[in-house]
């Protein structure tokens, strides 16, 4: 792990946390700076429903196959226990027949994953959701990367709350609701640029995501624009990759 490069992530989480600052690429900024970083090769972040339920909301890649690892801990899994119990929560080695998830067991199996852990993105009694980390081989990720990994989610996890100070409880609310909704709206335009173009979805999500920055516009903005076919997105098409 190298400190330069968290140190330099660290700042950039920070940054990116001022003014009318996008959650989703906030934490999709998150999930791939682990990746980059850390002893692991996925990441996900999962936050709660304000109605008590975790839903995936970010992922360092978009592939269909990694994102069933994730969803998969809406219901069981680390990530789960994690968010639940306040303390981070893994499994070294998920081929291990004592593993207590089965269906995560198997899933984890077919995609190339050997071993699991999961940080609550916590803050004294505010418990938001957590970040899930895989590796492709067996054993906890290395002590350096697992506090770095903590780092980050602390800076993430107190940006978010800290963000929401003036009407707390409300503005929890109002913004985790809307992280959520532009989910499916992402989820959507992941599609339709994905069938449009002939490319995968993970492939699709990295031309949204590089139009958007591109053009210094929020992912959510653009996503939504190509779910209604507005004309101001034309240009992704017609510059994208051939069929």
């Keep these: 792990m190298r400190e330069a490069g968290l140190i330099d992530t660290l700042v950039e989480l920070a940054d990116t946390l001022t003014g009318d600052f996008d ?13 980059e970083l850390l002893d692991v090769d996925a990441a996900g972040v999962l936050l709660a429903h304000p109605h008590g339920r975790l839903q995936v909301v ?21 990530s789960l226990e994690a968010w639940q119990g306040g303390e981070p929560v893994g499994h ?23 071993a699991v852990y999961a940080v609550p993105m916590r803050l004294r009694d505010e418990n938001v959701g957590a970040l899930c ?3 492709g081989t067996t054993g906890e990720p ?16 107190i940006g978010l709350i800290q963000a929401r100070t003036a009407r707390r409880h409300e503005v929890l609310v109002e913004q985790l609701q809307t992280a ?14 994905a069938e449009r173009l ?42 994208g990759p051939a069929r």
Excluded at 92 to 105: I, N
Excluded at 142 to 157: C, E, I, L, N
């Design 180 to 193: 959520l909704n532009s989910r499916i709206v992402i989820e959507q335009a992941k599609g339709f640029v």
């Design 142 to 157: 290395g002590g350096d990367s697992v506090r770095a990994a903590k780092a980050m989610v602390d800076v993430a996890t």
């Design 198 to 239: 002939g490319v995968d979805v993970a492939a699709a999500f990295g031309l949204l995501r590089d139009y958007a920055r591109s053009r210094g516009r929020r992912l959510t903005a653009v996503a939504g624009e190509v779910v209604t076919r507005s004309a101001n997105v034309r240009d992704l098409f017609d510059n």
């Design 58 to 78: 970010a992922s360092a890649d978009e592939a269909p196959e990694i994102m069933e690892l994730f969803q998969i801990q809406v219901e069981e899994g680390p």
């Design 133 to 135: 980390l895989f590796k």
């Design 23 to 35: 959650l989703i690429d906030f934490l999709h900024l998150l999930a791939g700076r682990c990746v």
């Design 92 to 114: 070294p080695d998920l081929a291990d027949g004592d593993t207590p998830w089965p269906r995560l067991r198997r899933m984890a199996a077919t995609a190339g994953y050997a």
